[in-house]
């Protein structure tokens, strides 16, 4: 197996590692930069600000981003500076940071376009020149902070060690001298090896083996010879100790006061033996035994007092001395509670001594701020919550509807119960008829005890008495099953509304956690303009709308690139040097205007210049350069919209030279494709001379819509309801043409077209019916009115959106799933062709269709199962359908209605009377003859086809019938009537 990586793989692995820091990290770490730096004169957060500043300078470093790196690290050392009060122009030093922060957010953003972006040089120069004053202060104030705790060890610690040695009297036992004598040993070299004195442990060594070997007596005056020669070397370290101070220090012997930071030693004590020590006695279980208990805590007291003792840490000895009080007084569980009440103290007087700034900050009266409670949730997480609830919804759709369906099928059931109960009263005459009856046909023998009783001393019963009987109750039983039906419905209704209200409260709560302030991303754009004004001695100030708008995070982060390319084209292509400008008569300093705004469920952006705008006669000669356009057309022949399309094209631009802002053709490019997979549309609007407007529109990432459904043929499509102004009757329509192209809607002229001409439909119309309906829509060029052929209703329905699989048009907006499992497409006005669309209208009158409010059809068919489905093929397209079971049945329709009846549709086969038998009477009455009559039977054989021919029949269809035949030939009887 290779051990080399290929550069293809490593250099995928490293962009994609970019774009993880940019779109993920870099955000979080410069927005943690910039509070702290706006917080700077309160209580600035400098754990915060220094860990975004590391982690930047990391992060930049996996990113392949060196000068970033670099930038970050030298920024961090300033802010450590601040933080340690080691820089005395403070004001001057923020200065730096804030050129520092603006520099990072210009990096970050060009970092996007360009691979090898570039900081500036200067600044980094700056900020390493104040850094190492930082570092020089350090190690001074650390130099100073170490020989004073070396000279109080040695002066103090070490001497009073000396002295018990001293007063020790050579006739004390010799067991309390051995102690003693070994004491000094261990103490003498653990002051040696923490201070890394050689000579301190190298002199005590040969003690340990004087004591082994030795008279006891012997070794304490070894001992003492030993403490004499060793106060000699103390005294001449501690001299040449504090020369090699003096040497670092200021000519003029001027010291900075520092902040009462820890050196090293005291932090690493501190950080990790006192932390081991408190963790030890935290772990101790509350069921140990209380011997053990009791030895854990009186070692924690002697380590304790020990570390309190060698680093002068009397805070350390004070806190821990209640403790041994309370070992001796209280039982083993209240001591271990009350020494982990202890602990919690030490370790927040800990904090405070090693971070003294911020124990002051906690003294300063501050204002009282509510801390939010938060988390990070990954983003593909909260899209399957989100996904989740989506489909909770939709099926709590299917749930109304079966709801529906049971309330229905209840309300049919209390029908029928009702029509039983005269079929009861009956049944319960006939039963005591038949009592009377046995009464009245004479004497019986009960039993085999041979009593005779009389008709009216015994009742006596037949079987039929007990079939009666039994068809009751079970009319009864119906009843009771019929009353819990009502109950049930009555609880599910209930229940299904509490669920409808708490998961539109939970879809609210989830689609709210996506959404985020427009100014986070455009706040980012301030400083990208002022380093901008800087490098290329422009003066632009960027004006931010629309702050307040709330967009989906995860649209508003894929809208940074797109953006930060059109606000480099807006500084460098549209607006002018101060000189031009100047000379156009212009202020000084130039705008651009970024905006943003929801309508009608789309995202709205514009970004708009006051500069030099697109001089379409150079972007002509450029593209004829190119051979973009034909060189025998002239400038005149093209629209501005096709000259202005062509800057969006690869590889085309008309700057002169390539920098690190323009001239490489690919910016507008990019904004084009990055914004048609967004599912938006790009517009330009320019004037030579005043400025230009790029307009962005996106659909928003909304599941839960109010959705208007609509009829068109036999389709059903979705409008959303807030794109709707107004819906009209066909009838109602004020025409202002012949043609019928446009009408007056509120004083305006409104084109008006169908709106199956504004889609494609490969697939032939089924039938064509005159539109009943007019809708009034809001789209991206307009009003529009276009016509369907109904309106079913509205609904807050979920909106899926399709995925990339293939280019799915600018009018889909995706599709949403009905409670009877039919997927709708949902069509977005601001997508649709509209220019295109006018255009193709006929101007001829149009064709005769057939209006459905005066087709009525009847259908005599005996199966159950056809006679459905030829009603709903048939009432799906607008038409007024009659069903009959048989001949006879279908006679007596067509006697009652007389001449309202347009077309029949037959079986042949049926009761009573057969489809032949109908025909005949139809073609021999006066008012029917001219009805035409369709056949529909699985006899499709010439003998029966060729009767009902010869019988009148003007249609003959064969089972199983086919929709699409079936209609069209409907549709060509009932319009050749």
């Not at 990290?25 to 910039?34: F, K, M, S």
């Not at 963790?279 to 509350?286: K, S």
């Amino acid at each position: 197996m290779s051990s080399q990586l290929d550069p293809a793989i490593l250099a995928a692995i490293t962009q994609e590692a970019r774009q993880c820091f940019l779109d993920e990290d870099a955000p979080e770490y410069l927005q943690a930069l910039t509070e702290g730096f706006d917080n700077r004169y309160g209580s600035p957060d400098f754990t915060s600000i220094l860990r975004a500043a590391h982690s930047l300078k990391g992060g930049a470093g996996l990113a392949a981003l060196p000068s970033l790196q670099e930038l970050a690290h030298k920024l961090e050392d300033v802010l450590q500076g601040i933080q340690q009060n080691q820089i005395e122009e403070i004001d001057s030093a923020w200065t730096l940071v804030e050129s520092a922060i603006n520099e990072i957010a210009f990096v970050l953003t060009q970092a996007r376009t360009v691979d090898d972006v570039v900081a500036d040089g200067n600044l980094i120069a700056a900020l390493e020149v104040l850094g190492n004053s930082v570092a020089t202060n350090q190690i001074t104030s650390q130099s100073q902070d170490n020989n004073n705790f070396l000279e109080k060890a040695l002066t103090q610690d070490l001497e009073a060690c000396f002295v018990n040695v001293e007063e020790l009297p050579e006739d004390a036992p010799e067991i309390l001298i051995k102690q003693c004598l070994e004491s000094f040993i261990d103490e003498c070299t653990f002051l040696g090896e923490t201070l890394n004195l050689t000579w301190l442990v190298e002199n005590v060594a040969p003690l340990s083996s004087v004591l082994a070997e030795s008279a006891i007596l012997e070794s304490l005056l070894f001992t003492k010879e030993i403490i004499s020669l060793l106060r000699n070397q103390r005294d001449s370290y501690l001299l040449e100790q504090g020369n090699r101070v003096a040497e670092k220090l200021e000519p003029e012997g001027e010291v900075a006061v520092a902040t009462s930071v820890p050196n090293t030693l005291v932090i690493n004590a501190l950080t990790n033996d006192l932390e081991s020590s408190l963790t030890t006695v935290e772990e101790i279980p509350e069921d140990a035994p209380e011997i053990l208990i009791q030895q854990c805590l009186e070692n924690f007291v002697e380590e304790c007092t020990f570390l309190g003792e060698t680093l002068n840490l009397v805070w350390l000895i004070e806190m821990v001395a209640p403790l041994t009080m309370a070992i001796v007084d209280l039982e083993a569980q209240e001591a271990l509670s009350f020494a982990q009440e202890v602990i919690k103290q030490l370790r927040t007087k800990r904090e405070q001594y090693l971070n003294p700034q911020a124990a002051t900050e906690t003294l300063t009266p501050q204002v009282e701020k509510t801390a939010l409670a938060q988390i990070r949730i990954p983003l593909q997480n909260l899209e399957g919550v989100t996904n989740n609830v989506e489909e909770l919804i939709l099926i709590q759709g299917r749930l109304f509807l079966q709801q529906t369906q049971l309330k229905q099928a209840n309300q049919r059931l209390r029908s029928l119960t009702r029509q039983f109960e005269p079929l009861r009263e009956q049944i319960q005459n006939l039963y005591n008829q038949l009592a009377i009856e046995s009464i009245a046909g004479g004497n019986s023998t009960f039993g085999n005890n041979n009593l005779e009783f009389d008709s009216l001393e015994l009742d006596r019963y037949t079987e039929l008495h007990s079939s009666l009987q039994t068809f009751q109750e079970l009319m009864l039983q119906i009843q009771e099953t019929r009353t819990d039906l009502d109950l049930v419905n009555q609880e599910v209704t209930e229940d299904l509304e509490q669920v409808e209200k708490n998961l539109g409260t939970l879809y609210t709560k989830v689609t709210e956690s996506r959404l985020v302030p427009f100014r986070i991303l455009a706040q980012r754009f301030i400083p990208q303009i002022q380093t901008l004004n800087r490098r290329y001695q422009k003066s632009v100030h960027l004006e931010i709308q629309g702050q307040d708008t709330l967009v989906d995070q995860v649209l508003l982060e894929q809208l940074q690139t797109p953006l930060t390319h059109l606000l480099n084209n807006a500084f460098d292509h549209g607006i002018e040097s101060p000189e031009e400008r100047q000379k156009h008569h212009k202020s000084e300093t130039s705008a651009i205007a970024l905006d943003a705004k929801v309508n009608n469920n789309q995202l709205v952006i514009k970004i708009q210049d006051d500069g030099r705008g697109i001089d379409l006669e150079k972007v002509y000669q450029r593209a004829k350069e190119r051979g973009i356009c034909p060189s025998d057309r002239e400038f005149n022949q093209f629209s501005s919209e096709e000259i202005i399309n062509w800057i969006f094209l690869p590889d085309f631009s008309t700057a002169s030279q390539v920098t690190d802002l323009s001239g490489r053709g690919m910016g507008l490019d990019i904004v084009r494709t990055q914004i048609r997979k967004l599912r938006g549309n790009l517009q330009v609007q320019t004037q030579f001379g005043q400025g230009t407007t790029f307009t962005i529109k996106l659909p928003l990432n909304l599941s839960l819509m109010s959705l208007l459904l609509t009829q068109v043929q036999n389709r059903i499509l979705a409008i959303p309801s807030n794109s709707v102004k107004e819906t009209l009757l066909y009838s109602e329509l004020d025409w202002t043409t012949s043609e019928k192209t446009a009408i007056n809607w509120h004083q305006k002229t409104v084109s008006i077209v169908s709106l199956a001409s504004l889609l494609p439909c490969p697939r032939s119309l089924l039938v064509s019916v005159q539109a009943k309906v007019a809708i009034v829509l809001e789209t991206a060029l307009g009003e529009l009115a276009i016509l369907v052929d109904s309106l079913l209703g509205e609904d807050q329905l979920i909106v899926k959106p399709f995925d990339d699989t293939i280019p799915i048009p600018a009018y889909l907006a995706g599709c949403t799933i009905l409670g009877t499992g039919e997927v709708i497409p949902v069509i977005l006005p601001q997508g649709l062709e509209i220019k295109s669309a006018v255009a193709n209208i006929p101007v001829s009158i149009p064709s005769p269709t057939l209006s459905s409010q005066s087709s009525t059809i009847l259908i005599a068919e005996d199966s159950v199962a056809t006679r459905r489905m030829l009603e709903k093929i048939l009432s799906a397209v607008g038409y007024q359908v009659i069903v009959c079971r048989d001949g006879q049945e279908a006679l007596d329709v067509l006697d009652q209605h007389q001449t309202r009846i347009d077309l029949v549709l037959s079986d042949i086969e049926m009761p009573r009377v057969n489809g032949f038998e109908l025909l005949q009477k139809i073609r021999s009455h006066p008012v029917w003859e001219e009805i035409p009559v369709v056949m529909a039977t699985s006899r499709t054989g010439d003998r029966h086809r060729q009767q009902a021919m010869d019988l009148g029949a003007t249609g003959y269809l064969g089972k199983p019938i086919q929709p699409q035949e079936l209609l069209e030939k409907v549709e060509s009887l009932l319009l050749n009537r």
